[in-house]
């Protein structure tokens, strides 16, 4: 994985599990980067193109 720093703090961020919200629905245990000192929390792309992607057409076609 790249390294990624934080866009706040310039913190290096750490990979591991981040949340995310969508459509009111938050959703636990996503794979992403999150910063140690400020808490700032970005999923990674592969996570987005894949399991987002796919979950959102799943509630979007309900």
Do not use: N
């Not at 990979?15 to 959703?27: A, N, Q, T």
């Not at 999150?34 to 987005?48: G, I, M, S, T, W």
């Amino acid at each position: 994985m790249a390294q990624w720093y934080c866009f706040k703090c310039k913190e290096k961020m750490e990979e591991g599990e981040v949340s995310f919200k969508y459509k009111d629905l938050v959703i636990p245990g996503a794979v992403g980067v999150k910063c140690p000192k400020c808490d700032a929390q970005y999923l990674l792309e592969e996570f987005v193109l894949t399991q987002v992607t796919e979950g959102e057409k799943m509630l979007e076609s309900k």
